[in-house]
């Protein structure tokens, strides 16, 4: 699952300097970076290699600012075929929706967590990564604790991605690193560290790369979740993950 921001902050994508910017001459900005780096690799852990891809924080064609809607632009099907169909998607979708605001990531997260919940309903064994990327701070930092301290119970782990030269310390709340789980409006805590976030500048100046330090927590996550679930690999049909 692929959320992108396309909050007005991001700069206008005709402009060069824009984080949205689609070169003439093929070089990938940074959102591009990001699905292309964390794309190849996650692929691969989807069978089917069929994503739900998302935008938030824009003005869709029906002149509304929408805080996910979907990234091909279809009114049903949320679902693109591989990175090449991310990539396309997003590219059209820069043609088609008008950036606008705030950055909210509660209705994204909400939306991803019921594509989750609706898995163990069925009794699949799957597990959930969602990538969001995003060049602000979010203007939702409550509403986004409570969304994902509900989505802590769910098989989910939800990937931040900070592009651009934007501030992210508040964003590192989200990412209990410090050993203090995330707590809701109601005084919840969460049963787990669900999220990974890290700003793309650290690392693309460092040596490790975008994919290492986002899926440093990911087995860890999926392994604390399946074992809460008391959930054990078939030899037959292994649980899968799904982006």
Not at 27 to 40: P, W
Not at 87 to 99: F, G, I, P, W
Not at 120 to 144: A, H, M, P
Not at 201 to 206: K, L
Request: proline letters at 5%; one cysteine or more.
């Amino acid at each position: 699952m692929v959320a992108v921001d396309f909050t007005a902050s991001n700069g206008n994508p005709r402009n060069p300097d824009s984080l949205h910017y689609i070169d003439p001459f093929g070089r990938l900005n940074s959102y591009q970076r990001a699905i292309m780096e964390v794309g190849e690799v996650i692929q691969f852990y989807d069978s089917n290699r069929r994503f739900p891809a998302w935008g938030f924080g824009g003005r869709t064609i029906d002149g509304t600012t929408s805080h996910c809607f979907n990234l091909n632009g279809s009114t049903g099907a949320f679902e693109v075929e591989g990175v090449e169909g991310i990539m396309a998607a997003y590219a059209r979708a820069l043609h088609n929706v008008a950036l606008a605001g705030p950055t909210l990531f509660g209705p994204v997260i909400n939306t991803a967590a019921q594509i989750a919940g609706q898995s163990i309903s069925y009794n699949s064994s799957k597990y959930f990564v969602l990538l969001i990327i995003t060049d602000g701070v979010i203007t939702d930092l409550q509403e986004t604790k409570d969304a994902l301290v509900r989505a802590s119970d769910l098989p989910l782990s939800i990937l931040i991605v900070g592009v651009g030269g934007a501030d992210f310390r508040e964003m590192e709340v989200l990412d209990a690193d410090n050993g203090r789980r995330l707590e809701s409006s109601t005084g919840r805590v969460a049963t787990r560290d669900i999220v990974q976030f890290v700003p793309m500048r650290d690392v693309h100046s460092g040596q490790i790369s975008v994919v290492q330090a986002l899926l440093e927590e990911l087995p860890g996550q999926f392994l604390t979740y399946m074992r809460s679930r008391d959930i054990k690999p078939s030899p037959l049909h292994a649980a899968s993950t799904s982006a």
